[in-house]
């Protein structure tokens, strides 16, 4: 009897070449819209569709939670300050002829925002002097969003008008003096050091 031995042949399929977009911005700021550039990848075929993902930095697979985005890659929404990567990702096609394939974008760095101060019309511009005299400091908010809130302190322009000791001001003399504003740091805004309130506190005679 022959023996015919039949050997199977393997042909695999193309691997494909996915790139990025030049116009993918690399830094973003919390709390500020992130533009996509649309399409963010493409592949040197026209087979196979992109799906995308984000993944942290350091492993590349994990999934990363400083952002969303969804498969298609046309709506990324900023969760966190922080670093991820997108993930570009087409699964083998049908017929075989292109292979499944990864890329991955350069480390995309959401930055913490500066927030800002504001106030209202509670200030108290002209103070009849009486010496010892307090009150407290109110109207005062900034647009940090984080949980917990951020510490606001103040401070007095001129202590020989007057102090502050928390958000309290002690009359010390006549004069005009200002408050200084300063807020903590968190995890997605930056702190603000001495913004002075543009409201310029005049105290007068008794």
Avoid: H, M
């Avoid at 760095?109 to 509670?122: E, G, R, S, V």
């Avoid at 002690?170 to 903590?184: A, E, K, M, R």
């Amino acid at each position: 009897a022959n023996n015919t031995i039949s050997n199977k042949v393997v042909v695999a399929g193309e691997i494909p070449i996915i790139t990025f977009s030049k116009n993918l911005n690399l830094t973003g700021i919390y709390n500020q819209n992130f533009t996509l550039p649309l399409p963010i990848a493409t592949v040197n075929n026209n087979v196979q569709s992109i799906f995308y993902s984000l993944v942290r930095i350091d492993d590349n697979e994990s999934i990363s939670t400083v952002a969303t985005i969804n498969p298609e890659g046309t709506q990324l929404l900023i969760n966190s300050a922080g670093s991820f990567k997108i993930k570009a990702e087409v699964i083998e096609s049908s017929n075989l002829d292109f292979a499944q394939a990864s890329a991955f974008s350069k480390v995309i760095n959401i930055l913490p925002a500066t927030p800002q101060i504001i106030f209202d019309n509670t200030f108290i511009k002209k103070l009849t002097y009486l010496k010892n005299y307090t009150y407290q400091i109110q109207g005062v908010s900034t647009t940090n969003t984080d949980s917990p809130a951020p510490i606001l302190s103040y401070s007095s322009s001129n202590t020989n008008v007057a102090t502050i000791s928390g958000n309290i001001v002690t009359i010390i003399g006549v004069g005009s003096f200002s408050i200084f504003v300063s807020c903590s740091q968190t995890k997605n805004f930056n702190p603000v050091f001495n913004y002075i309130i543009p409201q310029l506190i005049n105290i007068q005679k008794a």
